[in-house]
């Protein structure tokens, strides 16, 4: 149990304008507590009310887990008797009938938001999703030393991943490779599906492996990362494969050169926006800016995409110990596409970046 992360949360909860926050299984409940449960068939629920123990709802078969815990008032279920009596109970103590209840937007299915409103008639379900984002976006040392873990399992696991390349393979035998590298490293998992593009499919910044061989003048992007105690990384490096035409390397030097400068302007006091116009402008200015169609970054965490969004119109101002990406990007439809991803902490006096993959001109095979 995270209990100083709860009582900084209760002292929110009330200026937020809600008298309890209700959450499902997932990152925001793992930040609190360090309790992971599946979110399947079986309806788990955590309701946190000021001046109250954690109230959590959940099946019999994961009572082990919370045995002992300070401060959780567990509410069980078996499936003989079913959920409705627990979620009954749990909203009767918690005296939530016309409570307003906050829960995870993004996040909290029908189901539980229909038992919420069955068990705690007359009760308002409210979105409250930047109640726990806004604690989560500064992270603490813990935190930062699992993410630089992340970051150097990822890019050990692409480096072994390129000793093994050779033309001609696919980008489905690509992504075998470079699955099978990651958890040998020791990584708990990935942080996503990889993306291992070649060729016209780099051109698709959310591309999917497919059978088409990777051969001579193509561009060969990999965006991956892992996951360690949690936390993720999140990188992206694209790889010229024999001769490129001129094109193609110019766009590479000017990602190159993006990249580096949004980096560049992250520190304190600097809004979001700002570092998405540092990056940006330089493919813009050079005639590319269409070709850039997604937003600069995005924070990451013990989620792959949370706050704070590196993104145009952001007047969020950045502080030490968040944590986010840089990514911009090139694509030119059925030719190719470069994008290099890092991910950064803002620092007391300007920005750490945890990735240190090279990112100059370094042609394959």
Not at 109 to 116: F, I, S, T
Not at 252 to 266: F, I, S, T
Request: charged residues 25%.
């Amino acid at each position: 149990m995270r209990l100083d992360r709860l009582e900084k949360l209760n002292r929110q909860i009330a200026d937020h304008g809600i008298d309890c926050l209700a959450l499902v299984p997932g990152a925001n409940l793992f930040y609190l507590t360090g309790l992971s449960f599946h979110l399947g068939d079986r309806p788990t629920v955590a309701l946190v009310r000021p001046g109250r123990p954690l109230a959590l709802v959940l099946p019999a078969l994961e009572a082990p887990k919370v045995d002992g815990l300070p401060d959780v008032q567990p509410y069980l279920w078996t499936d003989q008797e079913g959920y409705l009596p627990a979620f009954e109970r749990a909203c009767a103590e918690l005296r939530l009938v016309g409570a307003r209840i906050g829960v995870e937007a993004f996040t909290m299915r029908v189901v539980e938001a229909g038992l919420l409103e069955q068990c705690a008639p007359e009760c308002r379900i409210l979105p409250a999703d930047g109640l726990v984002s806004a604690l989560r976006m500064r992270k603490d040392p813990d935190e930062l030393q699992s993410m630089r873990r992340a970051a150097d399992l990822a890019q050990r696991a692409l480096s072994a991943t390129l000793e093994q390349f050779r033309p001609g393979m696919t980008e489905r035998e690509l992504d075998a490779t470079l699955r099978t590298s990651i958890l040998m490293t020791g990584a708990e998992d990935v942080s996503f599906d990889p993306i291992v593009s070649g060729g016209p499919n780099s051109a698709n910044p959310h591309a999917r492996p497919t059978d088409r061989p990777v051969g001579s003048g193509d561009y060969l992007l990999f965006d991956w990362g892992v996951r360690v105690d949690g936390y993720f990384s999140d990188i992206t490096r694209t790889f010229p494969v024999g001769e490129m035409e001129p094109e193609m390397r110019r766009i590479y030097e000017l990602v190159k050169e993006a990249n580096a400068d949004g980096r560049e302007a992250v520190r304190p006091g600097v809004t979001c926006g700002a570092v998405d116009a540092a990056a940006r402008s330089v493919i813009e200015s050079a005639g590319y800016g269409d070709c850039f169609t997604h937003r600069t970054g995005h924070g990451l965490g013990l989620q792959v995409h949370e706050p704070p969004f590196i993104v145009a119109g952001n007047e969020m101002v950045l502080e030490p110990g968040m944590t986010f990406t840089i990514e911009p990007g090139i694509y030119l439809a059925g030719r190719g596409g470069v994008r290099i991803e890092d991910d950064v902490v803002v620092t007391e006096s300007g920005a750490e970046t945890l990735t240190t993959l090279r990112r100059e001109w370094a042609p394959i095979g």
